[in-house]
């Protein structure tokens, strides 16, 4: 069936809600509003007003909500409107849901989901247009997944609903409109799999997100220029799947890392730093990476489309890896 | 109001006394703000204006109330919805227009857009878009204020959504500990987005949210601008004596939606009329001049047409700048760039 990212989402949490009624959403307009990106339409409807729950602008406090419920067994999806307002909430996040399994010994265990809108939209400045996976990836006890499409988006969620840990799930605001072709029936993605999107020979390109149809389209254009792109797409940023990753290098002997996010300390590093630990003898060429420009979004069009990649910027840096520049 | 000022045309507001040059400055600034907000209504509809635009339309009334109950030394700082306070501050509407453009004139250099607007020349600090997030920087310009004795007070404005966030509350009690010359505003437009202020509120009565923290609250209503100055005049005396921060709680509406994509239907027609059409506070400040003779309806109208060539003039002068130059994607990261050190420009590779 043809859908939306949005509508994909949205089954997800409704197969799941239907299946165990320990599942909640809860966060700013989920409810009466069905989403301010309307992820969550119709779910009040569905499911009454105890099990999808608007709350007050309050980030910190019901992120800490959905923790405690989780440390007695409910299974909580709450909703970020976009990541940007999940930074009041990190140290839930991070200080609370991500260690509790292991500060109490393995007593308590938080298997919830947080899940909204992250990387840039458009047009909407500084503080609402910004990558923090690599913030979330560095922290251990939580898994972060972040999926590029339809299909992706309801297996991924439906797993990271059954999972009995905390997962950051990180959605594209910009994709939510996009239309793609969803399994019918129960359909999961298990985390921490990596999809091969495009097969080929001559160069690895990795991207997750968004950047993943950036990448696509850097290979259709790449085909015809003679360069034959394998485009991998992690979906689960943290644990990464550097098996598919790698067992791609050892073919293409090239890498090209595309994120949306600034460079500093991205995923592009730790993917770089991972094929020169274990694949460095595959590797013909140092690894590219394609990042967002390290300052913070400007509002005004040109330089906005100066700070994100573009396709034009993944060609270039796939033909300099290939030696083909 | 001094006494020389008691004389001649005017309007005497609860023993506060309006002359008619004052009267007039209010009227026209806010309807200044009015058109301003239909026309960047307008240019949003054309794709002129990009991302989140929040109209202040109906909130007059607090801008310009605000502004003139205070010293231009005083400080402010407020949400996202921030174009018609930094007019009523007096800021370059083209400036301002600019910045909604994205221009290389703009108000911050075309990088902020509608939700950032700054002017440290009128001590506006922002245009702040992370709900609630201004609150805790109102205390620190209070905090220095205290810190230097340098006798000003800082206006800072939330909204009713705002309100909750914890931090608020961290800084109301700082805010109080310390005596912090400080007045928290609330703009109390009855909704967060599509949410009601019952609906996210156990106590709906803002100005009550500092009673555990020993801050004074008052309500005002805010679509009255003679009733909000006068009664925000009181305010800022108390905060600026040294007592401590005081909160404000200004009632008023949202005609828009909350933003330009919203299209608010979970508030019904006969709601926002009430408001529009009964309690507006350009309608009632028109009608108080008019009674007290300061001005005719014909006057208004005139003074409206001259608005609102005078909006159409800032669009275009605004319209006719080129976007930022290239090389500002790089200025203004850091005050002290480190030479070699990011940011730095470059290609991909
Ligand atoms: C921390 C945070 N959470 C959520 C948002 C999204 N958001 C933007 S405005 C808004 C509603 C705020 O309402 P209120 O404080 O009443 O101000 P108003 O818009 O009415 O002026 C929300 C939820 C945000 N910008 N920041
Ligand atoms: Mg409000």
Redesign the pocket.
């Known amino acids: 069936m043809k859908i939306t990212y949005r509508e994909a989402l949205n089954q997800a949490m409704c197969e799941e809600m239907e299946r165990d009624d320990r599942v909640f959403l809860m966060g700013?307009?989920v409810a009466e509003y069905n989403g301010?990106y309307k992820v969550s339409q119709g779910m009040l409807d569905k499911f009454g007003p105890k099990r999808v729950i608007d709350t007050p602008?309050t980030?910190l406090g019901f992120a800490g909500l959905g923790v405690g419920a989780a440390m007695t067994g409910l299974r909580p999806i709450i909703e970020f409107?976009?990541w940007?307002?999940a930074i009041?909430a990190l140290d839930q996040i991070v200080n609370a849901a991500a260690k509790m399994k292991y500060m109490s010994g393995g007593q308590y265990s938080v298997p919830m989901v947080f899940r909204g809108a992250g990387g840039s939209a458009a047009r909407v400045g500084a503080q609402?247009s910004q990558s923090l996976e690599n913030w979330l990836a560095n922290v251990p006890g939580l898994k972060v997944v972040m999926p590029s499409n339809p299909a992706d988006a309801k297996g991924l969620l439906k797993a990271a609903i059954r999972d009995n840990d905390t997962v950051v799930f990180i959605e594209n605001e910009i994709n939510y409109g996009d239309v793609g072709t969803v399994p019918d029936g129960e359909y999961i993605i298990p985390l921490g799999k990596a999809d091969v999107k495009r097969v080929g020979n001559d160069v690895t390109i990795v991207a997750h997100s968004r950047m993943t149809g950036f990448a696509l389209a850097a290979a259709e254009e790449l085909a015809k220029q003679g360069i034959d792109a394998e485009v991998i797409d992690p979906r689960t940023i943290r644990p990464l799947d550097e098996t598919t990753i790698l067992r791609s290098v050892a073919k293409t002997n090239r890498v090209v890392t595309v994120e949306e996010g600034w460079r500093f300390a991205g995923i592009g590093a730790e993917i770089s730093a991972r094929i020169m630990e274990k694949g460095f003898d595959d590797l013909d060429a140092p690894v590219i990476r394609v990042t967002g420009k390290e300052v913070p979004m400007a509002y005004a069009a040109n330089l906005e489309a100066m700070t994100l990649p573009s396709v034009a910027d993944i060609v270039e840096a796939a033909r300099v890896v290939c030696g083909r520049a | 109001m001094s006494a020389e000022q008691n004389q001649g045309a005017g309007i005497m507001h609860d023993g506060v006394f309006y002359n008619a040059e004052t009267l007039h400055q209010m009227h026209d600034s806010m309807l200044f703000i009015r058109r301003f907000e239909e026309k960047a209504g307008q240019m949003y509809g054309l794709k002129k204006i990009g991302g989140f635009c929040?109209l202040c339309n109906g909130q007059e009334a607090v801008c310009v109330g605000l502004h003139h109950a205070s010293e231009p030394t005083d400080y402010m700082m407020t949400?996202?919805?921030d174009h018609g306070h930094i007019l009523a501050r007096g800021s370059d509407p083209t400036a301002v227009m600019a910045e909604l453009l994205g221009r290389k004139g703009g108000i911050v250099k075309g990088k902020g857009g509608s939700m950032h607007m700054f002017d440290i020349t009128k001590n506006f600090a922002g245009g702040n878009?992370?709900?609630?997030?201004q609150v805790p920087i109102g205390l620190g310009f209070g905090f220095s204020s205290w810190y230097r004795n340098d006798g000003r007070v800082t206006i800072c404005i939330?909204?009713?959504?705002?309100?909750n966030?914890g931090a608020v509350y961290e800084s109301f009690n700082m805010a109080a500990l310390w005596k912090l010359p400080i007045v928290f505003v609330v703009?109390n437009?009855q909704?967060?987005?599509g949410t009601s202020l019952d609906r996210a509120s156990a106590e709906t009565q803002l100005f009550k949210r500092g009673i555990s923290f020993k801050i004074p609250g008052m309500k005002i209503d805010g679509m009255d601008v003679l009733e909000f100055e006068r009664k925000m005049r009181t305010a800022m005396a108390h905060a600026r004596s040294g007592e401590g921060p005081i909160l404000v709680e200004a009632m008023t509406y949202?005609y828009r939606g909350?933003s330009m994509s919203d299209p608010a239907t979970y508030r019904s027609r006969a709601e926002v009329d009430e408001w529009r059409t009964g309690r507006d506070p350009i309608a009632r400040i028109q009608g108080q001049m008019i009674e007290a003779g300061i001005a005719t309806e014909e006057d208004f109208k005139q003074k409206d047409r001259d608005i609102k060539k005078e909006v159409a003039a800032v669009a275009k002068a605004a319209e006719e700048q080129p976007e930022p130059d290239a090389a500002e994607l790089w200025t203004d990261v850091y005050s002290d760039p480190i030479e070699g050190a990011y940011p730095y420009p470059g290609k991909v590779s």
């Open positions: 700013e307009e301010a602008i980030e409107m976009t940007n307002f009041l609402h | 929040h949400s996202y919805r878009g992370i709900v609630g997030e939330m909204g009713d959504g705002g309100i966030q703009e437009n909704y967060a987005m949202r909350h």
